[in-house]
């Protein structure tokens, strides 16, 4: 399965439609290589009604300049993240498993 | 001593290779049917590109990634391909322009057709492309076009009203024949001709060619911030000398040799020379810097190796862009475009495309995961953020006036 596949993909919960994938998070391991050897998928960014990240405001350490950053953050309220557990299936929509938790999308 | 010699050698060929076809055609145009009256969109079009430049330049130094290497990274595959094929489409476009800018140079030199002309010029730039070192290229290149000055030169020797040009700045006198929609078109248009994109990808690619370090920024900072300004002063020189012989003449400029005729009027045979000289340094210059643009682009974002410093054989799809660009730009001009034409819509069309790269470039300068502590200060956000808004302005202005002016007929 290719990323750009699941980017952009309609996210289905239990309770209905939760919104897109606007992204997909990843945690490195081990020492970054040069093809990111050593990622591995924690899990999708689901976004309200964006389909596209964020440019890198999700995280909380980069403030400026403050217009994007205020734009950003209003964008990316009412995003969160679905670890890959609880992910259920990815065919046209990703369907995310009953009990399945809200993380916080920023880092 | 050394180090002195970089810094003016920089500013010097940044002096020179910040005119190109664009700010050619565009100050004649504006200077021959505004006066001095769009003066302030240099000096606006020139801080910004200050802007652009610095923050592409440093971010390539520190993080050694050039533009489209971040872009693919930070806006992700589709938005990125969308702004990659922006991009590269205004860079084809710009490079049709140079490279008919050339021939209409030597067209002046011979008397023989620009057709002729037209894929020798091309021949020749990709044979610079493929042979020359990335330095000597870009010195001669620069160092030649510096023979534009000229232009300043014939303005003083035409021995204008100063204080009539300084009003005409200043005080936006009336000008019968035109309609506000067209005064903002040519706003657009020579906004688009100062901040055009390939510049900066040129430059922030060029940073990693020459392998910039933390230890060059005061260097880059000194050629962007000097060189660039006294380019934008050139420019006013081209738009000064239409203003001044053009604009009495109500002679409307659609042909180089327009744009040159003042200099001739102001400085002789001799002027008409050097000109000449700088005029097909300055397009062939900016030829080759728009050429390995569209190379740079294509294969930075597509992870192919690129790079003159490589040899040809190492980067070989990055060479391969090169030739197949210019192939499609000598094709677009044997159909008998004018590049004139294609020069007036080339500069409208960056100024759409500035924000595809602008934004990117803006957001990862503040970011210190790529330039660790020489993220942009308070000061340097606060200007660039109203540029960011400039620009989105009069991107989405573009299209519209376009349509309403009739490209400024």
């Not at chain 1, 964006?50 to 995003?79: I, K």
């Not at chain 2, 057709?113 to 493929?130: D, S």
């Not at chain 2, 005061?218 to 203003?243: D, E, K, M, Q």
Request: glycine share 10%.
């Amino acid at each position: 399965m290719l990323l750009n596949d699941i980017l952009s993909l309609p996210v289905v919960g239990p309770e209905g439609r939760l919104g897109y994938v606007a992204d997909c998070r990843f945690a490195i391991d081990g020492s970054p290589g040069p093809l990111l050897a050593d990622a591995q998928l924690v899990g999708l960014i689901v976004a309200g009604k964006h389909r596209h990240g964020f440019l890198g405001y999700e995280r909380t350490s980069v403030r400026s300049p403050a217009p994007l950053a205020w734009w950003f953050e209003r964008r990316q309220r009412g995003s969160f993240l679905v670890l890959w557990e609880d992910i259920e299936s990815i065919d046209d929509v990703v369907r995310v498993r009953p009990g399945y938790t809200r993380w916080s999308a920023t880092l | 001593m050394k180090k002195y010699f970089a810094v003016a050698l920089g500013i010097l060929t940044a002096i020179g290779g910040f005119v190109d076809i664009g700010d050619l055609v565009t100050n004649a145009v504006v200077g021959s049917r505004f006066g001095m009256s769009l003066a302030w969109v240099v000096v606006v079009g020139v801080v910004g590109i200050c802007l652009f430049a610095q923050m592409s330049g440093r971010v390539a130094a520190i993080s050694g990634r050039a533009t489209f290497e971040i872009i693919r990274e930070r806006l992700g595959p589709r938005a990125g391909a969308a702004n990659l094929g922006a991009s590269v489409l205004i860079t084809v476009m710009t490079l049709t322009a140079e490279v008919g800018g050339v021939a209409l140079a030597l067209q002046l030199a011979s008397g023989v057709q620009p057709l002729l002309w037209i894929p020798l010029a091309a021949f020749a730039v990709w044979l610079v492309i493929w042979r020359v070192k990335f330095s000597v290229m870009e010195n001669v290149a620069g160092l030649l076009g510096l023979a534009l000055v000229v232009f300043g030169v014939s303005l003083f020797l035409l021995g204008p009203d100063w204080g009539d040009l300084k009003t005409q700045a200043l005080q936006q006198t009336s000008h019968p024949r035109e309609t506000p929609l067209t005064y903002w078109y040519y706003a657009i248009a020579l906004f688009g001709a100062a901040m055009t994109p390939y510049e900066v990808f040129f430059f922030s690619s060029g940073g990693v060619e020459e392998k910039w370090t933390e230890e060059d920024l005061v260097t880059s900072r000194a050629n962007v911030l000097v060189g660039f300004p006294l380019g934008g002063l050139l420019s006013l020189c081209i738009a000064g000398c239409a203003a001044t012989v053009l604009l009495p003449r109500g002679i409307d400029v659609d042909a180089l040799s327009q744009t040159v005729f003042p200099v001739a009027m102001g400085a002789g045979q001799l002027g008409l020379a050097v000109v000449i000289l700088g005029v097909v340094a300055a397009t062939f210059g900016a030829a080759l810097e728009t050429g390995l643009s569209a190379g740079y682009a294509l294969a930075q974002f597509n992870g192919w190796s690129w790079g003159k410093f490589r040899r040809p054989a190492e980067a070989a799809r990055f060479h391969l862009t090169m030739i197949i660009c210019l192939v499609v730009a000598v094709l677009v001009l044997l159909t008998g475009v004018d590049p004139i034409l294609v020069t007036e819509y080339s500069v409208v069309f960056s100024a759409i495309a500035l924000p595809l790269t602008y934004l990117p470039i803006l957001v990862v300068a503040n970011d210190p995961q790529y330039v660790g502590e020489h993220v942009n200060g308070r000061l340097m956000n606060a200007v660039s953020t109203v540029y960011l808004a400039l620009i989105l302005v009069a991107a989405i202005a573009a299209i519209p006036l376009m349509i309403l002016t009739k490209a400024g007929a």
